[in-house]
T-cell receptor, first 114, second 114 residues
Framework: DGGITQSPKYLFRKEGQNVTLSCEQN?????MYWYRQDPGQGLRLIYY???????QKGDIAEGYSVSREKKESFPLTVTSAQKNPTAFYLC?????????????FGSGTRLTVV | GESVGLHLPTLSVQEGDNSIINCAYS??????FIWYKQESGKGPQFIID?????DKRQGQRVTVLLNKTVKHLSLQIAATQPGDSAVYFC?????????????FGKGTKLTVNP
């Protein structure tokens, strides 16, 4: 079955550490996105990528980095520069510029700073 | 900032009643809208969509209404069931700068009481 997979489901980070969240899709979608979700808030866009080897900052990119070396993969690194990283992180994919049925989302990674 | 919002953060209904969840949007140029359902600890799932050339669209137990005059979107769930308990949020296709991306509202938490 085609889908989008995020791992791990739960992740704990110590102060000053970088951590990388994985996102893989086999939907042959061009575009991939990373969102952050905090309690009582909507989805805030961190980064998105329309095509391999290209990505754009979203609304809250500071303290995060991404790469898009393969169409299927869009990992997100939460760096030590992100001062409040505890949140639920969602990855999504879509056919770029064709938003029928919107985005397909992964099941999320919950990151906690310990 | 976000251009999509919701009137109520929480909604509590009795099992079997109809539920209405509302959404206001501010970008009159948006031409595509989606409702998502997000269960606790999971990623959002597509429920139903509507394009701006329509006023109403029906799915299985769900109906979306679009009022472009007042920039209002609603999701109606018929005969609400306990399995409908989740956070619901709307998204609009915010085609700003020629780059189509979805903008998400904050969400309404629906609780269905037995």
């Amino acid at each position: 079955d085609g889908g989008i997979t995020q791992s791990p489901k739960y992740l704990f980070r110590k102060e000053g550490q970088n951590v990388t969240l994985s996102c893989e899709q086999n939907l042959n979608h061009d575009a991939m996105y990373w969102y952050r979700q905090d309690p009582g808030q909507g989805l805030r866009l961190i980064y998105y990528s329309q095509i391999v080897n290209d990505f754009q900052k979203g609304d809250i990119a500071e303290g995060y980095s991404v790469s898009r070396e393969k169409k299927e993969s869009f990992p997100l690194t939460v760096t030590s520069a992100q001062k409040n990283p505890t949140a639920f992180y969602l990855c999504a994919s879509s056919i770029w510029q064709e938003l029928n049925y919107g985005y397909t989302f992964g099941s999320g990674t919950r990151l906690t700073v310990v | 900032g976000e251009s999509v919002g919701l009137h109520l953060p929480t909604l509590s209904v009795q099992e079997g009643d109809n539920s209405i969840i509302n959404c206001a949007y501010s970008n009159s140029a948006s031409d595509y809208f989606i409702w998502y359902k997000q269960e606790s600890g999971k990623g959002p799932q597509f429920i139903i969509d509507i394009r701006s050339n329509m006023d109403k669209r029906q799915g299985q137990r769900v109906t979306v209404l679009l009022n472009k005059t007042v920039k209002h979107l609603s999701l109606q769930i018929a005969a609400t069931q306990p399995g409908d308990s989740a956070v619901y949020f709307c998204a609009e296709n915010n085609n700003q700068g020629g780059s189509e991306k979805l903008v998400f509202g904050k969400g309404t938490k629906l609780t269905v009481n037995p």
